[in-house]
T-cell receptor, first 114, second 113 residues
C-alpha cells in the first residue's frame, strides 16, 4: 500500500459524458501528479499540482482538467468522453514536487467509455 | 521530443537466471532516472532511482541499475531472479525542472519455476 488512494476503482460510462476521478495523496505530500495508461500510448504524464497550484502540464487534452483542493486531495475531470479515453488513470504524490522526489502511485481508476 | 525506449517488451526466464532489461533515453540534458515495477494487481512501486554520483545504483529486492551517460542508458539487472519477480517493469526519466515522469512502454517479465 503506497498511501495514495484513488476512487472509484472502476468507472463505466458512455461517450459524451463527464466523469470526476478523485485522488488523496500520502500524508505530508504536497504534490500530486496524474497519469494515463493506455495500450497504445503507454503511461503518459497529464498534469502536476503543488500545494493547490498547477506546476506542470503534459499531454493533457483540453477536455480534461484537474484541480487540487486546500486539503490537498485532487480531482481529474474528463468531459465529452470518447471511446479513446478508456484507460487506467493513475494518481501519484510526492513530498515537494521536485524532480528528485520519489513519486508514490495509487492503485488507479479504470475508465471504460462505451 | 524526449523518449524512453525499453528494448524488450516480453521476457521469459527460468528461476535463478540472470536478468538485464535495457532502457535508453533520448534527452541530452540533466536527467533523473527511475525503474518502477508493477506486480500483478498492484500499484507501481519504485525499485531504484539515480540522480547523481555513483552510476551503479542498488535498489530493493536485489535489483541494481547502471547509468552509462555516454550511451544514454540505464539498464536494470538482477543476478538471480525468482518466481516472485514476475511483473511489469517500467523505466522512467525526469528531466530538469518541474515535469512529470516520461515512461518507457514497459517490459513484461515472466519467471518460470
Amino acid at each position: 500500500d503506497s498511501g495514495v488512494t484513488q476512487t472509484p476503482k472502476h468507472l463505466i460510462t458512455a461517450t459524451g459524458q463527464r466523469v470526476t476521478l478523485r485522488c488523496s495523496p500520502r500524508s505530508g505530500d504536497l504534490s500530486v501528479y496524474w497519469y494515463q495508461q493506455s495500450l497504445d500510448q503507454g503511461l503518459q504524464f497529464l498534469i502536476q499540482y503543488y500545494n493547490g497550484e498547477e506546476r506542470a502540464k503534459g499531454n493533457i487534452l483540453e477536455r480534461f482538467s484537474a484541480q487540487q483542493f486546500p486539503d490537498l486531495h485532487s480531482e481529474l475531470n474528463l468531459s465529452s468522453l470518447e471511446l479513446g479515453d478508456s484507460a487506467l488513470y493513475f494518481c501519484a504524490s510526492s513530498v515537494s514536487g521536485m524532480r528528485t522526489d520519489t513519486q508514490y502511485f495509487g492503485p488507479g481508476t479504470r475508465l471504460t467509455v462505451l | 521530443a524526449q523518449s524512453v525506449s525499453q528494448h524488450n517488451h516480453h521476457v521469459i526466464l527460468s528461476e535463478a537466471a540472470s536478468l538485464e532489461l535495457g532502457c535508453n533515453y533520448s534527452y541530452g540534458g540533466t536527467v533523473n532516472l527511475f525503474w518502477y515495477v508493477q506486480y500483478p494487481g498492484q500499484h507501481l512501486q519504485l525499485l531504484l532511482k539515480y540522480f547523481s554520483g555513483d552510476p551503479l545504483v542498488k535498489g530493493i529486492k536485489g535489483f541494481e541499475a547502471e547509468f552509462i551517460k555516454s550511451k544514454f542508458s540505464f539498464n536494470l539487472r538482477k543476478p538471480s531472479v525468482q518466481w516472485s519477480d514476475t511483473a511489469e517493469y517500467f523505466c522512467a526519466v525526469m528531466r530538469g525542472g518541474a515535469d512529470g515522469l516520461t515512461f518507457g512502454k514497459g517490459t513484461h517479465l515472466i519467471i518460470q519455476p
